[in-house]
């Protein structure tokens, strides 16, 4: 996929002028945009474009640190992806905001303004991330639970997913700062923990192949929020091609997360339209 024109106006709203898929050279130019207040930037590879991944920050985390910290961008560039990093900030990917949502958090971007406004901006203005071409979704930390919730959302417009070291089913962990901090205690808001925000009890909506990983050293997020998740989506989709990979003496760290970048681009390659 290619971009032939990116012309970036005064409110710093970027406004493509699209081409068809493939045709151009790609560009090499990083972009950087605000998209209701919100910045996105697209890092562009320097050889023809193959495909797109949306990538999503752990919680708090600049949407720049995966490149920083990890060789997962250039790994991803080089094999020709076009990333997009969305700045999520303190984010739990929630569908909605509630009067118990902390104040402080309620500027953020959740699940509809990715699936709602992001992805169709993006599907009109840059012909990017429509369906039949190959998209994919990475996330590591409360991001590995935005790749689930997005992709119960999105039916098949993803070709694949990867989500590392998520929390998918908050009822496992009522503790969690985070939850609580977005929806409330869960004694008092249950209806809220288990409903289309809980991945895990969503996970029948999952109808593309995702791979799962978890470092069982994690002290931040179980690894047991991961294999439970595996298990549930092999129960409710059998026939999906889910792998999950539980690494020995791994914790919560970009130590971990780099040392999947492999597996993932040779995970989404194998779900790769030519």
């Known amino acids: 996929m290619s971009l032939r024109e990116i012309i970036l106006i005064s409110t710093l709203v970027l406004v493509f002028q699209p081409v068809p898929y493939a045709q151009k050279p790609p560009m090499t130019r990083d972009t950087v945009f605000t998209l209701n207040n919100d910045t996105v930037d697209i890092f562009f590879p320097s050889v023809k474009a193959v495909g797109q991944i949306l990538v999503l920050p752990g919680w708090n985390y600049s949407r720049r640190k995966c ?66 071409q190959n998209n994919y979704l990475f996330g590591i930390s409360t991001g590995g639970r935005g790749v689930a919730l997005i992709i119960e959302h999105t039916g098949t417009l993803f070709r694949a997913g990867a989500a590392l070291s998520g929390d998918y089913d908050q009822t496992k962990i009522p503790w969690d700062n985070l939850m609580r901090g977005f929806y409330g205690n869960y004694e008092a808001f249950k209806s809220r923990w288990e409903g289309e925000d809980n991945a895990l009890l969503n996970a029948q909506k999952v ?27 092999r129960k409710e989709n059998g026939k999906l091609p889910f792998v999950l990979h539980l690494a020995d003496h791994q914790a919560h760290n970009y130590n971990y997360w780099d040392s999947e970048t492999e597996n993932v681009i040779s995970f989404f390659s194998h779900y790769r339209l030519k």
């Not at 949502?101 to 009109?124: A, F, G, H, S």
């Not at 050293?217 to 998740?229: C, G, N």
Request: with cysteine; charged share 25%.
């Open 207 to 233: 109808v593309i192949p995702i791979y799962l990983g978890h470092g069982q050293a994690d002290k931040t997020v179980p690894a047991e929020q991961t294999r439970l998740f595996y298990d549930e989506l």
């Open 67 to 132: 490149c920083q910290e990890s060789s997962f961008c250039k790994r991803a560039l080089e094999e020709g992806y076009v990333l997009i990093f969305p700045e999520m900030g303190k984010s739990v990917y929630a569908s909605q905001r509630y009067p118990e949502t902390r104040k402080d958090w309620i500027k953020y971007p959740q699940l509809k303004w990715v699936t709602d406004t992001l992805i169709p901006y993006l599907q009109k203005k840059a012909e990017i991330f429509k369906p039949n």
